[in-house]
């Protein structure tokens, strides 16, 4: 007699994709998607298909999510180091025979124009994840030290294109793996005073570090200005401390409730620089107030305590390490980008995470969105 065997549904087919993905990530996720095509539609309203691209954007990024939630932390593990070899090569190109924009050498032609120094965002995490993994049981001085040296040299080649915002985003992450792979207190704390305590001495003994004249040899011109501009930005308000200005203001007029989605003043007006991509927080504040503003941070915050979450759940070295550096990575983007609209930092040209326009943003984050789910599956298998 043949045996017959039933081909199972679709639907029983696909379900087993989706098993062991993270409920409350994904649905954090899901509602910073929702808030940031809210704000795209408004803020975005003449920008032609703006609205339409970002969604496209996110749609490519959740894609990306669920193909790298299927790669187990093994196979991540094993892309590192030529993820991280690659990377370095594109800077090194980018050094070379760049694309220049602004006075800025950070993109390279390759048929289509990419940023190089996005791979770097994923690959620091991932290469360094990997270093100390390989010395579990056995971490040294020297480990940390070849671990900074991994890290060392993209950020200073990121520096040098120059790329403030993105070469703080890369150190961020790499920091944060070195510092929970065990680097004690005592090598961090010393380094951390002494640069406070030469910021003190500099202001000592030249109170007007903004006075025409005074150059900083550590930073730019453009950086010096982008800093003294935070210090006072009323220095120039028509210029370079427009954008800080009416971020503010922005802000500000939103008051507790909001002024109503579609009718932020500010925002409709035209009068926020960049409102779809570094300053669409304040386009969102304006609309949504105090309450929308507690409700989006809360949600940042939710994300970053879950990813982290999932880093202290993790089965091997390698993912805790590399889930712990992601959530760093979303912790460092809307940090950034909220201090900088809010006037607290410098603009440093940082995107908030889900909310801002920009496609190779995006796509980072929907890798390291997969990642994350990547590592919570494998910790429910281990567990299973």
């Known amino acids: 007699m043949a045996v017959v065997f039933e081909k199972p549904p679709l639907w029983a087919r696909i379900v087993p994709w989706f098993k062991g993905f993270d409920t409350p990530l994904v649905v954090v996720v899901l509602m910073l998607a929702s808030a940031g095509l809210l704000t795209m539609y408004s803020s975005g309203f003449d920008h032609g298909t703006r609205f339409a691209d970002h969604g496209r954007n996110m ?19 094993a892309v590192a180091v030529p993820l991280y070899v690659l990377g370095v090569a594109l800077l090194v190109a980018v050094a070379l025979f760049g694309v ?44 940390f030290l070849v671990g900074g040296l991994l890290l060392a040299l993209p950020v200073a080649m990121i520096m040098k294109q120059p790329d403030l915002g993105t070469a703080l985003l890369v150190l961020s992450a790499g920091l944060s793996v070195i510092f929970f792979a065990g680097l004690r207190w005592r090598l961090v704390v010393p380094p951390a005073l002494l640069f406070v305590l030469l910021v003190l001495l500099l202001v000592t003994f030249e109170p007007d570090l903004c006075a025409d004249g005074v150059r900083w040899v550590v930073l730019r011109d453009y950086q010096q200005q982008r800093i003294c501009t935070l210090l006072d930005p009323t220095k120039d ?35 926020i620089p960049e409102r779809t991509t570094d300053f669409i927080f304040a386009a969102f504040s304006e609309e949504f107030g105090l309450l929308g503003n507690l409700l989006l941070l809360g949600a940042f915050l939710f994300l970053v305590l879950r990813a982290l979450t999932i880093a202290l759940d993790a089965p091997t070295v390698f993912s805790r390490l590399l889930a712990g550096a ?27 995470p889900f909310i801002s326009y920009g496609g190779t943003a995006m796509v980072t984050l929907g890798l390291a969105l997969g990642m994350l789910m990547s590592i919570a599956k494998s910790k429910r298998l281990v567990q299973s």
């Open 59 to 77: 749609l490519i990024a959740f894609a990306l999510m669920f193909l790298v939630a299927q790669v187990p932390p093994q196979r991540l593990m």
């Open 326 to 352: 992601l959530a760093m990575i979303f912790f460092s983007y809307a940090f950034v980008n909220v201090g900088m609209v809010s006037g607290i930092l410098p603009v440093v040209g940082v995107p908030l």
């Open 100 to 143: 220049t924009k602004k006075g800025a050498t950070r993109w390279l032609n390759l048929g289509v124009t990419i940023q190089p120094s996005e791979i770097l965002k994923i690959a620091i995490p991932l290469v360094l994840a990997w270093w100390f993994q390989k010395r579990e049981g056995q971490l040294r001085p020297l480990d």
């Open 237 to 271: 308000p028509l210029g370079k401390g427009f954008h800080i200005i009416q971020g503010m203001i922005a802000i500000g007029s939103g008051g507790v409730w909001g002024k109503g989605f579609m009718q932020g003043t500010q925002t409709h007006l035209e009068f």
